[in-house]
């Protein structure tokens, strides 16, 4: 039995249910998006694809077209436009907060000497005490820099180091006991008649001087401190770590010290070229009876230890005896 079945009307029957009759809606958008394209995309003679920037035009500059109030569509000529609205900029701005130093830590941002310092601090303080003293008339001539200025000069800078310390000095001064986070609060301290803080300690009836017995606290991130430590380095002749460690605990209690100390070492060129190691010579070679196989005693040897002098008895008429032990 044969049938007969037209292929080309099945075909087209199945595409038609298949087609859905849907127009497509375009927008004034997508028209100009497509004519934008056109415009700037060609191709020349030689096969190149070419884009034009819409910035090429030297009569409208990119940057101009935002500031004279036009959005980044306009400037474009694609999306919707604005119709004469304005744009709303913003505007950024940065602030940096300014921190007023004293005196004397900007002096120490552009002194790098601990000597050169207080000196210049100590003629500072005789210039001030020079203009009072002209004030009232008690004005007296005098040359060099006297040990109380210098004296004077050194308290204030150690001053003005310890700024950070300032809450902890006010609750001691009141008598109250200082916050848990503080870093004095494992420490003993006092407040010295010259207004600085210092370790407190057992070691006040000991012969030992004032500065070994009470050590001045010093902050480890202040400039003060890494000139001090600096100036102390080169004052006693480069030594090590673990030396030098030892020198600044009889005057400063530097917190992280270690630290601190470690770096400048390190860095510390003299002390390198100090530290060379010195030639050692080579032993000699072992005697052929020593590394030879014999009998017991057949070579033999005589050590000497001594004298040691030993006393008999003690008292008058006592005789001494040289004792030489030999193996």
Not at 36 to 45: A, E, Q, S, Y
Not at 284 to 313: M, V, W
Request: proline fraction near 4%; include cysteine; glycine fraction near 4%.
């Amino acid at each position: 039995m044969h049938t007969a079945i037209d292929i080309d009307a099945s075909l087209r029957r199945f595409w038609e249910l298949e087609y859905v009759n849907q127009e497509l809606h375009r927008k004034p958008e997508n028209d100009e998006v497509e004519q934008h394209f056109l415009k700037i995309h060609t191709w020349d003679p030689k096969g190149r694809y070419i884009v034009e920037l819409p910035f090429k035009d030297p009569n409208k500059q990119f940057s101009d077209t935002l500031t004279n109030g036009n959005s980044l569509n306009d400037a474009l000529r694609i999306g919707p436009k604005n119709h004469g609205k304005e744009e709303v900029k913003t505007t950024a701005l940065t602030t940096q907060e300014v921190i007023l130093l004293s005196p004397i830590e900007a002096l120490a941002q552009r002194v790098s000497s601990w000597t050169k310092m207080v000196r210049i601090a100590a003629y500072s303080l005789r210039f001030i005490q020079r203009i009072k003293a002209i004030t009232s008339g008690t004005l007296t001539n005098c040359k060099g820099l006297t040990f109380e200025e210098m004296q004077a000069a050194r308290i204030l800078c150690l001053q003005d180091a310890q700024k950070c310390f300032k809450n902890d000095y006010n609750l001691l001064m009141e008598n109250k006991p200082l916050q848990s986070r503080s870093q004095l609060i494992k420490l003993s301290r006092i407040i010295s008649k010259d207004g600085l803080l210092q370790v407190g300690g057992r070691l006040d009836n000991s012969q030992l001087p004032a500065d070994v017995k009470h050590p001045i606290f010093l902050p480890k991130s202040h400039s003060i401190t890494r000139m001090i430590l600096e100036h102390e380095h080169a004052s006693n002749l480069h030594p090590g770590v673990s030396a030098f460690f030892v020198i600044i605990r009889q005057k400063y209690w530097v917190f992280g010290a270690r630290n601190l100390i470690r770096n400048l070492v390190h860095n510390c060129i003299k002390f390198f070229r100090q530290r060379n190691q010195r030639a050692q010579e080579f032993m000699a070679d072992l005697p052929g009876i020593r590394i030879t196989e014999a009998l017991p005693f057949q070579h033999s040897g005589c050590n000497y230890a001594g004298p040691f002098i030993l006393k008999e008895r003690s008292g008058r008429n006592a005789r001494k005896i040289h004792c030489l032990s030999a193996s």
